[in-house]
């Protein structure tokens, strides 16, 4: 992984081809994140969604919730969100999230994966909703776990140095997407075999919402 450091503190910035990801990898001491993780495991409405793979309705490897402002409706595998409010606590965490990114967000996708057979698959966040160059905040909380981003190939392109990489993100950490990044760009949270901890990750987005 190459990383530089952000002069303002925190913030590792990560190469990678038509990417524009940085990593803050200590965002909330433990100290804070242990007690928001229980806090929100017990304060969000966990649901197992059921999205379309392969032609396939099928029970999401992982239980969500989406969250969000009045009218923050999400699109994802041919199903609608319509959100639910926002807990109290997440509503706090919202401000600071932007003020840390520089950017406004009004919804968020909870994820809770219990172990490690909970997982995501190989994707972008590129619903028309969240526009061209979308600003997402992915924070980790509990197990930390592995992420992958890869360049998107043409088809028939051969693999180029450089074009994927792979990182751990531990408990309170702040990973943000922008740019080109959904675009150009995929990522996964692959499995791990043996893992009994669990993880929540919040990403925070800003969708469109008709007018009021």
């Given at each position: 992984?190459?990383?530089?450091?952000?002069?303002?503190?925190?913030?590792?910035?990560?190469?990678?081809?038509?990417?524009?990801?940085?990593l803050?990898?200590?965002?909330?001491?433990?100290?804070?994140?242990?007690?928001?993780?229980?806090?929100?495991?017990?304060?969000?409405?966990?649901?197992?969604?059921?999205?379309r793979?392969?032609?396939?309705?099928?029970?999401?490897?992982?239980?969500?919730?989406?969250?969000?402002?009045?009218?923050?409706?999400?699109?994802?595998?041919?199903?609608?969100?319509e959100?639910?409010?926002?807990?109290?606590?997440?509503?706090?965490?919202?401000?600071?999230?932007?003020?840390?990114?520089?950017?406004?967000?009004?919804?968020v996708?909870?994820?809770?994966?219990?172990?490690?057979?909970?997982?995501?698959?190989?994707?972008?966040?590129?619903?028309?909703?969240?526009?061209?160059?979308?600003?997402?905040?992915?924070?980790?909380?509990?197990?930390?776990?592995?992420?992958?981003?890869?360049?998107?190939?043409?088809?028939?392109?051969?693999?180029?140095p450089?074009?994927?990489?792979d990182?751990v993100?531990?408990?309170?950490?702040?990973?943000?997407?922008?740019?080109?990044?959904?675009?150009?760009?995929?990522?996964?949270l692959?499995?791990?075999?043996?893992?009994?901890?669990?993880?929540?990750?919040?990403?925070?987005?800003?969708?469109?919402?008709?007018?009021?």
């Amino acid at each position: 992984m190459a990383a530089a450091t952000d002069a303002s503190g925190g913030w590792q910035r990560l190469a990678l081809p038509g990417a524009d990801v940085a990593l803050w990898p200590q965002w909330l001491a433990p100290g804070e994140a242990d007690p928001l993780f229980a806090e929100l495991a017990s304060a969000i409405a966990w649901e197992n969604h059921r999205i379309r793979l392969f032609g396939r309705e099928v029970a999401s490897p992982r239980l969500s919730c989406w969250i969000g402002d009045p009218g923050a409706i999400y699109t994802y595998s041919r199903s609608r969100f319509e959100p639910r409010p926002w807990p109290a606590v997440l509503q706090l965490l919202r401000g600071r999230v932007e003020q840390t990114c520089g950017a406004r967000f009004n919804s968020v996708l909870a994820n809770l994966y219990r172990d490690g057979n909970d997982a995501m698959g190989w994707h972008s966040d590129d619903e028309p909703e969240l526009g061209e160059r979308p600003v997402i905040a992915s924070l980790s909380l509990g197990a930390a776990r592995r992420f992958r981003l890869r360049r998107r190939r043409a088809r028939g392109e051969s693999p180029q140095p450089g074009d994927r990489l792979d990182l751990v993100l531990p408990h309170g950490s702040l990973l943000r997407m922008a740019g080109d990044t959904q675009r150009l760009c995929q990522h996964e949270l692959p499995r791990v075999r043996q893992l009994a901890q669990a993880r929540i990750n919040l990403t925070f987005r800003l969708v469109d919402t008709p007018p009021a």
